[in-house]
């Protein structure tokens, strides 16, 4: 069997991060962070390799996702939190949103039914501004497990 996902009882790992529940897509997975270093590319995992449409970078696209930082796993958002999938363009999102769902140099874009753990660089997050609301400091790398439930 080599390469199952199943490894770990659904326990992944990438760089410090670590995601358990990472295989069931009907469960809310959890997302531990804790890293000193400073990544400078975009960093991708498959923890789930979707079979349905692809998207692109410029797609409509509905998603599962769970945010935090990378260096403590403070989760800063998820929409298992607020109700469930939320719809948006990928053209009106942080860089690394765009190219870790919609594919870029190097990166695969996801497909429906997939889930992908993805380690965004500040400079592809929300860089040295940081948000408004504090929850993401400036110059902070962080860490997304999104399923792709649809492509418009």
């Known amino acids: 069997m080599g390469g199952s996902?199943?490894?770990?009882?659904?326990t992944q790992s990438l760089d410090g991060v670590t995601v358990s529940s990472a295989i069931d897509l009907t469960k809310k997975p959890?997302?531990?962070?804790?890293s000193t270093k400073a990544p400078s590319i975009i960093e991708v995992k498959d923890l789930i390799t979707g079979t349905g449409a692809a998207a692109?970078?410029?797609s409509t696209v509905k998603v599962q996702y769970v945010g935090v930082r990378y260096a403590d796993g403070f989760q800063f958002d998820a929409s298992w939190d607020h109700g469930g999938a939320i719809?948006?363009?990928l053209a009106?999102?942080?860089p690394g949103f765009t190219q870790g769902i919609g594919g870029t140099d190097g990166?695969?874009?996801m497909k429906i039914g997939g889930r992908r753990l993805m380690i965004?660089?500040?400079?592809?997050?929300y860089g040295a501004q940081g948000t408004s609301d504090g929850s993401i400091p400036p110059n902070a790398?962080?860490?997304f497990v999104v399923d792709l439930v649809g492509v418009g």
């Open 92 to 94: 009106r999102v942080v």
């Open 30 to 34: 959890v997302v531990k962070s804790s």
């Open 87 to 89: 719809s948006f363009s």
């Open 5 to 10: 996902a199943a490894v770990g009882a659904g």
């Open 107 to 109: 990166i695969a874009p």
């Open 141 to 143: 790398p962080i860490v």
């Open 56 to 58: 692109s970078p410029s």
């Open 120 to 125: 965004l660089p500040a400079a592809l997050g």
